[in-house]
């Protein structure tokens, strides 16, 4: 059962730059011409609303933080760390990036960084049980 509350972890983290640009691309406005070149399209959107530049720059961090996640759990699963510690700490870091973009989308800049911050802790506090598996 907390395998499985891992694995969703692993999938709600891996939505959220996906749920990132469709929010942006509904904010630029569903035209199915504008699907022939997407990107192009919500690079427009980008310069001519806020929202969309934003919701395009914590989606392109999402992507970014998604290897230290995955490796993270993964390792946390390799190393036998107890499944409640690392489904709570997977999930943590889903509520941080959840939180994450929502300061972002907001403009709450300072807020972010913190937010950020505590999620990048919380993938360090999985990484130091594993290393005390050792």
């Not at 980008?46 to 995955?70: M, S």
């Amino acid at each position: 059962m907390l395998t499985a509350s891992i694995i969703y972890a692993l999938l709600a983290a891996t939505l959220l730059p996906i749920l990132c640009a469709f929010f942006a691309k509904v904010k630029t406005g569903f035209d199915l011409k504008k699907n022939l070149d997407p990107r192009a399209a919500l690079a427009t959107g980008a310069e001519q609303h806020v929202l969309v530049a934003r919701l395009l720059a914590a989606e392109k961090n999402h992507w970014e933080g998604l290897p230290f996640f995955y490796m993270s759990v993964l390792l946390a699963l390799i190393m036998i760390v107890p499944a409640a510690a690392t489904a709570k700490l997977a999930w943590g870091y889903v509520l941080f990036r959840v939180l994450y973009t929502l300061c972002y989308a907001l403009g709450f800049g300072v807020l972010r960084s913190i937010v950020w911050t505590l999620g990048v802790i919380d993938l360090l506090i999985l990484i130091k049980l594993c290393l005390s598996i050792l």
